[in-house]
């Protein structure tokens, strides 16, 4: 079993069960979905983030307990991550630096589409001199804003003004873009490749949990 971390508490059963069906075909093994409590707009901001940590670790443990071999932490800011695998002896894979290191080989320049004034670190730290523009929606504070009409072309229009600005593919450093599936609008209206964190973390999660040991490249 892999267990993975939803950070937004209010989901209903669909979207809760979304992330998870993104990347089912990726995994041999079966999905274990759980949402951290008590955080409606997930995390979008430092306190957000500092809440979600000892929830994350809580849920990550519980979910060992339960026999996942595997951790994935579906948010981009990848709350928990570190705290997680100093107390867990399963990988842990954090959507955010899986998304990012997947970006950096699908292209050289990268734009950042996202909810927050600022890149999260988990994503500025792998990505380095690569990220060459970021972008929010108008109108977008929170994953919950995503759910919006309106937003897919705002979105849409972000992501052409970073193909002008000079990005080669568009990581989404919001996993509430995979909810709404906008990586394929994305593709047809830039012609650049997309790399969304919950697929990413999910491949990773497929190459760490591929066999017994620990494998090596």
């Known amino acids: 079993m892999i267990g993975l971390i939803r950070v937004v508490s209010t989901l209903d059963a669909a979207q809760l069960g979304s992330h998870a069906d993104a990347i089912a075909h990726l995994l041999s093994d079966e999905i274990r979905t759980v949402a951290i409590p008590d955080q409606p707009t997930g995390v979008h901001d430092d306190e957000t983030f500092a ?62 589409l996202g909810i927050t004034p600022e890149v999260p670190h988990a994503v500025t730290d792998v990505l380095g001199p690569a990220l060459v523009a970021d972008r929010v929606p108008d109108g977008v504070t929170s994953t919950l804003d995503l759910l919006r009409p309106e937003t897919r072309r705002r979105a849409l229009d972000a992501t052409e003004e970073m193909r002008q600005a000079g990005a080669e593919a568009i990581l989404f450093a919001c996993t509430g ?41």
């Not at 595997?70 to 928990?80: Q, Y």
């Not at 830039?190 to 490249?217: E, K, M, N, R, Y």
């Open 177 to 217: 873009l995979t909810t709404i599936g906008l990586a394929q609008d994305v593709t047809e209206r830039t012609g650049l490749p997309v790399v969304d964190a919950v697929l990413a973390a999910g491949a990773v999660a497929a190459f760490l949990t591929s066999s017994p040991h620990q494998p090596t490249i």
């Open 51 to 112: 809440l979600a940590v000892p929830k994350v670790v809580d849920a990550g443990r519980a979910l060992v307990a339960e026999g996942a071999r595997a951790l994935i932490v579906s948010c981009a800011a990848d709350p928990g991550v570190p705290e997680l695998r100093k107390v867990v002896d399963v990988p842990v894979v954090g959507a955010g630096s899986a998304g990012a290191a997947l970006a950096l080989a699908a292209g050289g320049r990268v734009g950042v």
